[in-house]
Antibody
Framework: QVQLVESGGGVVQPGRSLRLSCAAS????????MHWVRQAPGKGLEWVAD????????YYSDSVMGRFTISRDNSKNTLYLQMNSLRAEDTAVYYC??????????????WGQGTLVTVSS | SYVLTQPPSVSVAPGKTARITCGEN??????VHWYQQKPGQAPVVVIY???DRPSGIPERFSGSNSGNTATLTISRVEAGDEADYYC???????????FGGGTKLTVL
């Protein structure tokens, strides 16, 4: 079955870096665009970044532009999020999600269980 | 930038109809998707492309989108429908995905 499993979360000090991974299985990973979406404690969903199926295009929210980098390794069926210069406001559960793109819009048909990132001194 | 406005909370009695709105200028010109999120769980899509329902989602869930408001309608509400609901669009101008602020549905 289609499955996404995030890892790499934890507690990190402000200004430090962390890399999240999302292992995909049960589908042809290289055929799908992938996204990171986060949710701060008690707050709503916030889109973070996305990457096209072949890695040729990447987009970021204004809040992480220049600090976070999304990437993928289609040979390993894995999505990554490199997070640098972390701030307290980056504290959240980070989800990876698979997108379905039809007729000029994306939606997310599969989500991982999430990994918690806590930025604190 | 695109901002989707949802009511923070909606309350409904069991068996009644809940309507959750998602507002933005001319949202009717975009495709709107809806997610249900229960505590401690990842979101699940319940409506996509305004009105389509994934397999496994009850027919009680339906969607509409016109003018400045998209609406998720849940008929014959059950206790198990209690959750947070989020609308989502893709802003082609910025290439950004945008979520609404979320609505907490309480079943009385």
């Amino acid at each position: 079955q289609v499955q996404l499993v995030e890892s790499g979360g934890g507690v990190v000090q402000p200004g430090r870096s962390l890399r999240l991974s999302c292992a995909a299985s049960g589908f042809t990973f290289s055929n799908y665009g992938m996204h990171w979406v986060r949710q701060a404690p008690g707050k709503g969903l916030e889109w973070v970044a996305d990457i096209w199926y072949d890695g040729s295009n990447k987009y970021y929210s204004d809040s992480v532009m220049g600090r976070f980098t999304i990437s993928r390794d289609n040979s390993k069926n894995t999505l990554y999020l490199q997070m640098n210069s972390l701030r307290a406001e980056d504290t959240a559960v980070y989800y990876c999600a698979r997108d379905i793109y039809v007729s000029g819009s994306y939606y997310f048909d599969c989500w991982g269980q999430g990994t918690l990132v806590t930025v604190s001194s | 930038s695109y901002v989707l406005t949802q009511p923070p909370s909606v309350s409904v009695a069991p068996g009644k109809t809940a309507r959750i709105t998602c507002g933005e200028n001319n949202i009717g010109g975009k495709s709107v998707h809806w997610y249900q999120q229960k505590p401690g769980q990842a979101p699940v899509v319940v409506i996509y492309y305004d009105t389509d329902r994934p397999s496994g989602i009850p027919e009680r869930f339906s969607g509409s989108n016109s003018g400045n408001t998209a609406t998720l309608t849940i008929s014959r509400v059950e206790a198990g429908d209690e959750a947070d609901y989020y609308c989502q669009v893709w802003d082609s101008n910025s290439n950004h995905v945008v979520f609404g602020g979320g609505t907490k549905l309480t079943v009385l």
